[in-house]
């Protein structure tokens, strides 16, 4: 899985050349898909939007926001089926916001019925 991360600053670079930005995302999607290597991913909204859920002696408590306070958060995600771990990376240092914020990468589990 490759996690995009951002930051207001990085947001608001994106803005200010979103058509650059976009096609560049276009293109590297277009890439994966037709590799087969591309399984999925999304979009994720702000961390406004965000509820944080924890359960403390059996009682839900539901709160506003994202679970810890930061600067930067986590803006979406591509699930990439690779050969490679070092593909994986390839792919994620391609992404714009490895060079404004962070990607990170990270093996999926797989689990196996017994």
């Avoid at 930061?70 to 771990?85: H, N, R």
């Amino acid at each position: 899985m490759l996690m995009i991360y951002t930051n207001p600053a990085s947001q608001e670079t994106i803005a200010g050349s979103a058509d650059e930005v976009m096609a560049e995302v276009d293109a590297l999607m277009k890439e994966l898909s037709e590799s087969g290597e591309l399984a999925g991913g999304q979009a994720l909204d702000g961390p406004a939007a965000a509820r944080t859920v924890k359960v403390r002696d059996g009682v839900p408590a539901v709160t506003d926001g994202p679970f810890i306070e930061a600067k930067e958060y986590l803006a979406g995600y591509l699930i990439v089926d690779c050969a490679t771990p070092e593909r994986a990376v390839e792919i994620a240092a391609r992404w714009p916001d490895a060079r404004l914020c962070a990607m990170e990468v990270r093996p999926i589990v797989d689990e196996v019925e017994g």
